[in-house]
Nanobody, 125 residues
Framework: QVQLVESGGGLVQAGGSLRLSCAAS????????MGWFRQAPGKEREFVSAISWVDGNTHYPDSVKGRFTISRDNAKNTVYLQMNSLKPEDTAVYFC??????????????????WGQGTQVTVSS
């Protein structure tokens, strides 16, 4: 069983920055691929970023590439999402997720088997 707890959300002006954290339980955290997703009201859950446990490769959609950075600290069982140059369209609830099955489809929310409760990010214009 894996428990994920996000923190770091809040209200920020456009152009500002936030860093989200996701603390995970589990002794084999270093073997989980970790992802971040977001969901705005009335919209589907959207892939934001992922980091592989095998080679540390990171993945981003075009909408956040160059602005967001995912990283992980296996010693602290924590994954981070640094978000810079935030835009109002980044407003959403952000979720972290763990894939414990070695999926390669890290952009697909169906591949993740554990989810956090989410943290609200609001970007004002």
């Amino acid at each position: 069983q894996v428990q994920l707890v996000e923190s770091g959300g809040g209200l920020v002006q456009a152009g500002g920055s936030l860093r989200l954290s996701c603390a995970a339980s589990g002794r084999t955290f270093s073997r989980y691929a970790m992802g971040w997703f977001r969901q705005a009201p009335g919209k589907e859950r959207e892939f934001v970023s992922a980091i592989s446990w095998v080679d540390g490769n990171t993945h981003y959609p075009d909408s956040v590439k160059g602005r967001f950075t995912i990283s992980r600290d296996n010693a602290k069982n924590t994954v981070y999402l640094q978000m810079n140059s935030l835009k109002p369209e980044d407003t959403a609830v952000y979720f972290c997720a763990a894939d414990t099955n070695g999926s390669r489809r890290l952009w697909d929310p169906e591949e993740y088997d554990y989810w956090g409760q989410g943290t609200q990010v609001t970007v004002s214009s």
